[in-house]
């Protein structure tokens, strides 16, 4: 409930709301721990700088009480110990204010005049009316949590919580879904505003199900009564597929008298309430709804072990499996999900953000897997600390075709590698219709030669072009750099990385991954705001032509989709368009005809045309087409189409990270917005 600036509480709040929508006045938070805190000077720090202390630690508010004396750093500091800082309990907006003003008004001397004035204004009360949602009924849960601190956020009041749990699973979900729904009411009755139309748009519904680590379970070896504990306590949160409570009478009687299996069941408690309270910030700072899925996600594992399996499969005939396995991968996400949350997805719209380990992106929405129908972009659950950072703020990087125009890439392939030329030849093909794009292609053929690429690149995308190898048995996946083995995670330190990453190599993120140790987490470790990663392996000649298609998409598409559409655009969809038309050419390959030929041109160009247009009805006209073509009924069409899909390379490709955050904009969109402003004032 407090406000992102000084400035915030002396606006409208229906103002204030709509900026939020838009993606401005966002919080800037940090976790931290105490041992990082007591590092950091006060030149280090901002002007205004507010400390939060939990409970259970009162160590933790005494030494950040000395870290303030020792530095003389007037941090406002809000703790649980009475003596120790703000009291919670004794906070009040008008203390916040008074620090602020206080700290602001001792440093003016490097203020701007605009902030001067700015802070002269702010000298009111911060109080909001307030609205008091008299007819919703607070169902105290971490399932509805983050819905209710975007409540919080736009100024509602909420009435008193009521401690939530039930023996029902749907009544879980009805919680979850009339808290968002909530969400999604505030939203419409906003409306439109013609600042979405300058700044990054935020996401329509946030996906979020916390994962369990599977690597944990090798790492217990004790043995005996306390060791048993242990992975008993383990298995009864792994076992887990709902959200009610399953504790039988044996189940209850082991956690309320096992130490050990009290502990695990607190450890996982403080898990879980801090994960939801992250993607609760996340949601109140944007005003996006959550949808707290179930575990029953995380237990489509084996089913996507084994379409992985088949995947990677020399033999053709094992591969034929691929459509069946696909669609049991797709039943088994359904059933997790269930119709009641795949009813809300529908009823949303915008780009969706996944906070989960699942490969939600192959959830059927009318048949077509949601990363093809909704943009979508994801942030792994696992590790929690890779989570965490791509939850924070981060102030939306703006950016003009031209400082997209710089290109690094990177092959690692070995000198007789029959992939070795195939993305360069894929490029070159159509590379004089580029004038504008700098490409620099490196080949590297150790660690050290690609250290020094990155590190003298300036630019903001890199393009990796070489070997991966899973962690489906290994703990860390790796990428291939020579005869060298590459832990990605090991450049910690040592390179610059772009924002953007493509990742043209194989099971970079693989959906059967061991661990949470891939190649595409290690990008995301190393600062990348993005990474377009792969669930499974790739063919080299199918992710070249991709890659090709991305870098004529940057340098015709982009330019000019500002202008056509009058709205800022991101980069995620820059690349959910192309996965789009990438996904209709390996359905019109399988089904009618290969490139160069008229039927190809005539049903790719419609398709193109219809996805570029944003026609949320691509998809299905382009299966009436291919009826006509293949001289058969659309049901019989469709069941073609899905097989194709099953089998496709473009699939395999997810957006990892925040590619929401980079936007493309124009100044043509803010002289239009101040021309109709100006126009509707005349």
Known sequence: MMPADIEERTRNPADIAVQRIAGGRQLVWYPLDISALETLSEDQLPICC?????????????????????????????????????????????????????????????????????????????????????????????????????????????????????????????????????????????????????????????????????????????????????????????????????????????????????????????????????????????????????????????????????????????????????????????????????????????????????????????????????????????????????LLFLEPMFVTHSELRQVLVVSSFAPDDPLRNMLSNSIGLIRDAWPNLELVHVRVSSVEELEAALNAFEGAILIFDGHGSSNDKKPVGKLEIGDQSLDVWSLR????????????????????????????????????RTVLATFLPVDGRRSAILIARLMHRLAEFAPVAVKAYQRAITWTEIVSGMLRMSLATEIIIELAGEPGTDIYDELQGKANTEINGLDPSWFDKLIERLAVVRELDVSATRQLVLAAIAKSDTIRYSQLGNPETIVLSDEILIENAMRVRAENAG
Not at 210 to 224: C, E, N, Q
Request: net charge positive; glycine share 6%; hydrophobic share 40%.
């Open 50 to 390: 507010v400390v939060f202390s939990g409970a259970g630690d009162e160590q933790v508010a005494e030494r950040i009480e000395a870290w303030r004396a020792k530095t003389g750093f007037s941090a406002f500091h809000i703790s649980q110990y009475k003596g120790l800082g703000i009291f919670a309990e004794d906070f009040r907006l008008e203390l916040l204010r008074d620090y602020c003003l206080r700290k602001l008004r001792g440093a003016a001397r490097n203020l701007s005049r605009e902030q001067t004035q700015i802070v002269a204004r702010a000298d009111v009360s911060w109080e909001w009316p307030q609205t008091i949602l008299e007819d919703y009924e607070v169902k105290g849960h971490n399932v509805t949590i983050p819905n209710h601190m975007a409540m919080a956020r736009v100024g509602y009041t909420l009435k008193p919580s009521v401690p939530f749990a039930s023996a029902v699973e749907k009544d879980y979900t009805d919680a979850i879904l009339e808290s968002a729904s909530a969400i999604l009411k505030f939203r419409r009755a906003v409306g439109f505003h013609d600042v979405f139309a300058l700044s990054a748009a935020t996401s329509g519904a946030i996906l979020f199900e916390p994962a369990f680590f599977r690597g944990l379970y090798d790492r217990v070896h004790a043995s005996g009564p306390a060791g048993r504990a242990v992975r008993r306590a383990l298995r009864y949160f792994q076992k887990q597929r709902g959200l009610s409570p399953t504790h039988g009478k044996d189940d209850r009687e082991f956690f309320e008298t096992s130490k050990e299996a009290a502990l695990i069941s607190r450890i996982r408690s403080d898990e879980l309430r801090t994960q939801t309270f992250a993607v609760g910030l996340l949601a109140a700072q944007t005003t996006t709804p959550v949808v707290r899925l179930t575990p029953a996600v995380n237990h489509v594992y084996a089913a996507l072990s084994e379409y992985a399996r088949n995947v990677r499969a020399e033999s053709p005939t094992a591969r034929r499996k691929a459509p069946r396995l696909f669609a049991e991968v797709q039943r088994q996400l359904t059933a997790a999900v269930g119709q009641d949350r795949i009813g809300f997805i529908r009823s949303t719209s915008g780009p969706l953000k996944i906070v989960s380990d699942a490969p939600l992106e192959w959830l059927p929405i009318d048949d077509l897997p949601l990363s093809f129908r909704r943009d979508c972009s994801r942030i792994p659950v696992t590790p929690g600390n890779v989570m965490m950072g791509q």
């Open 493 to 528: 330190g040592k390179v610059k990385c772009p924002p953007i990453v493509i990742l043209s190599a194989c099971d970079t993120h693989g959906i059967d991954a061991s661990s949470h140790a891939t190649v595409a987490n290690g990008f995301i470790a190393l600062g990348a």
